[in-house]
């Protein structure tokens, strides 16, 4: 059975699970969940994929069934990669690691997230609140300095190699820059240095040029 991935092509954290299986080169299917006629909160869906009620869930080849995209990505590499790199072994740069992945999911994702949720609200026939729009972009830019700051001294956020923890930054970082006109990922210079570095690696093409053909082939 191939690996399969539930959820949406254009969900941030469907996306951050399809980029690592495409960094790790592991084939995958991406089963539409349809979410717009709320599939994810089907009874059968709560009880056999997603307690929440969210989309992604894996469900690996041998049917092992995990959700939440952050666990989802850990496991890939655990199991796909041990030797990538992606999530380094050694203590002290499994620790540097770790540092990197609580930066993206306490510093950035919150903030990035909120503004996300916020500027698609109209999708939703609710209306954006301008001051949580001011106040998610000004945290976050207050945030990126700060990572300027790391990334001024490093070529990555744990270190000079590139992790998941960089790696998970791109759906929302990318969302948020074409569907919120945010700046701050190319407003400093070693911030705009990384941004420009880990948007342009092939995986990241790969889950973009997928999700256009199967939003094209859902319209
Ligand atoms: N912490 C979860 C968040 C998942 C999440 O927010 N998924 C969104 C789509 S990107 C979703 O399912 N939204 C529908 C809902 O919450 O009802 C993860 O990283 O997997």
């Known amino acids: 059975m191939v690996v399969k991935v539930h959820g949406f092509p254009v969900s941030g954290a469907t996306r951050a699970v399809t980029l690592t299986l ?25 009880e056999n994929m ?12 041998d049917g092992f069934t995990l959700f939440e995209s952050r666990a989802i990505a850990r496991y890939l590499v655990a199991k796909y990669g041990p030797d990538s790199g992606l999530a380094p072994k050694e203590l002290k740069k499994n620790a ?43 945290t976050l830019e207050q945030k990126l300095k700060v990572y300027d700051k790391i990334l001024s001294k490093q070529k990555y956020l744990a270190g000079n190699e590139i992790t998941l923890a960089d790696l ?15 700046k701050g990922l190319t407003a400093t210079p070693n911030v705009a240095r990384w941004w420009s570095d880990i948007s342009s690696r092939e995986s990241w093409k790969n889950v973009l040029a997928e999700g256009q053909a199967l939003m094209a082939k859902l319209s």
């Open 96 to 138: 540097l690691f770790e540092q990197a992945m609580s930066i993206e999911s306490s510093d950035f994702a919150p903030y990035a997230g909120g503004l996300g949720i916020e500027v698609m609200k109209p999708m939703r026939g609710l209306e954006v609140s301008q001051e949580r729009v001011s106040e998610y972009t000004s």
């Open 22 to 46: 495409q960094e790790l080169g592991v084939p995958y299917e991406l089963v539409i969940v349809n979410v717009k006629d709320g599939e994810h909160k089907s009874a059968e869906y709560l």
């Open 168 to 182: 998970l930054h791109l759906p929302l970082g990318n969302f948020i820059t074409e569907r919120a006109g945010f």
């Open 50 to 61: 997603h307690p929440f009620g969210q989309i992604p869930v894996l469900v690996d080849e």
